[in-house]
């Protein structure tokens, strides 16, 4: 398939890949294979480990996905390359490992899971890019990845992520602000990606229909909801279902 420039607001997008339980978990190589079988771009998650590892996995800990009691921030490598994935034999992929499977096979949206910014996840996922040739846009909730972007790799697409913030361990101030998509103006993202079932902010109506900026809603998880989104988003990232398009 030839992908388009914008290919990030014309198909669908497969969140943490197409995965299926403990058969196929979320954020593994057998996720990724099967959205290259089906021509799908893909969705994953990025930390940065205590060694420099740029992981592919989406909670701050291993716990969820593997039962290991531990940060990720505070690990290296070597601690946990041999952890399973549920009750797979899937392993923990690195982003390296991910960029050999999918070798510009469909495009990727590679969300960085920032925590404490310093550079160091930002760096470590561009020099790896850098020798990357398929297509890849990058997206984040903090603002200031994007911004390390907007200045030192202008030319890589960006999408900010917002939502409601209802569950996240910040302040109501911070909340308000990143609600507001206030950091859009300075960030100039070709997309903002926003929490679907929460696209009336009136944020979303400024930056949709005053700055002409596209929107991207998530997490669709079937098609009612894609249907219900037709007229509002410019494209989804999806889950646990086969969605309609490309647009």
Same mark, same amino acid.
């Given at each position: 398939?030839?992908?388009?420039? =914008?290919?990030?607001?014309?198909?669908?997008?497969?969140? &943490?890949?197409?995965?299926?339980? +403990?058969?196929?978990?979320?954020?593994? *190589?057998?996720?990724?294979?099967?959205?290259?079988?089906?021509?799908?771009?893909?969705?994953?998650?990025? %930390?940065?480990? %205590?060694?420099? #590892?740029?992981? /592919?996995?989406? =909670?701050? #800990?291993?716990?969820?996905?593997?039962?290991?009691?531990? =940060?990720?921030?505070?690990?290296?490598?070597?601690? !946990?390359? =041999?952890?399973? *994935?549920?009750?797979?034999?899937?392993?923990?992929?690195?982003?390296?490992?991910? @960029?050999?499977?999918?070798?510009?096979? /469909?495009?990727?949206?590679?969300?960085?899971?920032?925590?404490? %910014?310093?550079?160091?996840?930002?760096?470590?996922?561009?020099?790896?890019? &850098?020798?990357?040739?398929?297509?890849?846009?990058?997206?984040?909730?903090?603002?200031?990845?994007?911004?390390?972007?907007?200045?030192?790799?202008?030319?890589?697409?960006?999408?900010? @992520?917002?939502?409601?913030? +209802?569950?996240?361990?910040?302040?109501?101030?911070?909340?308000?602000?990143?609600?507001?998509?206030?950091?859009?103006?300075?960030?100039?993202?070709?997309?903002?990606?926003?929490?679907?079932?929460?696209?009336?902010?009136?944020?979303?109506?400024?930056?949709?229909?005053?700055?002409?900026?596209?929107?991207?809603?998530? !997490?669709?998880?079937?098609?009612?909801?894609?249907?219900?989104?037709?007229?509002?988003?410019?494209?989804?990232?999806?889950?646990?279902?086969?969605?309609?398009?490309?647009?």
């Amino acid at each position: 398939m030839n992908w388009e420039n =914008d290919w990030y607001l014309k198909h669908p997008i497969a969140h &943490r890949g197409l995965h299926q339980g +403990e058969d196929i978990p979320e954020n593994s *190589l057998s996720s990724f294979k099967a959205c290259i079988e089906k021509q799908l771009p893909i969705e994953l998650d990025v %930390h940065i480990m %205590h060694d420099g #590892t740029a992981l /592919v996995f989406h =909670d701050d #800990t291993f716990e969820r996905m593997t039962g290991y009691h531990r =940060d990720i921030y505070l690990s290296e490598y070597k601690d !946990v390359v =041999d952890l399973k *994935l549920l009750k797979s034999e899937e392993k923990i992929p690195t982003l390296e490992e991910v @960029l050999k499977l999918v070798d510009g096979e /469909v495009p990727l949206v590679i969300e960085l899971k920032c925590l404490k %910014h310093d550079g160091r996840l930002e760096h470590s996922v561009y020099n790896l890019l &850098r020798e990357y040739h398929g297509k890849y846009c990058i997206q984040s909730f903090n603002p200031f990845t994007l911004l390390w972007f907007k200045r030192f790799a202008p030319q890589i697409p960006r999408g900010l @992520l917002a939502g409601s913030y +209802e569950d996240a361990a910040l302040s109501f101030w911070e909340k308000l602000i990143l609600k507001s998509l206030f950091f859009a103006i300075l960030i100039r993202p070709h997309y903002i990606g926003f929490e679907w079932n929460k696209l009336w902010y009136p944020s979303v109506f400024f930056f949709k229909h005053i700055m002409r900026v596209p929107i991207i809603a998530w !997490v669709v998880t079937n098609k009612s909801q894609q249907e219900f989104l037709k007229s509002k988003t410019t494209n989804i990232i999806f889950e646990n279902f086969d969605p309609i398009g490309p647009k």
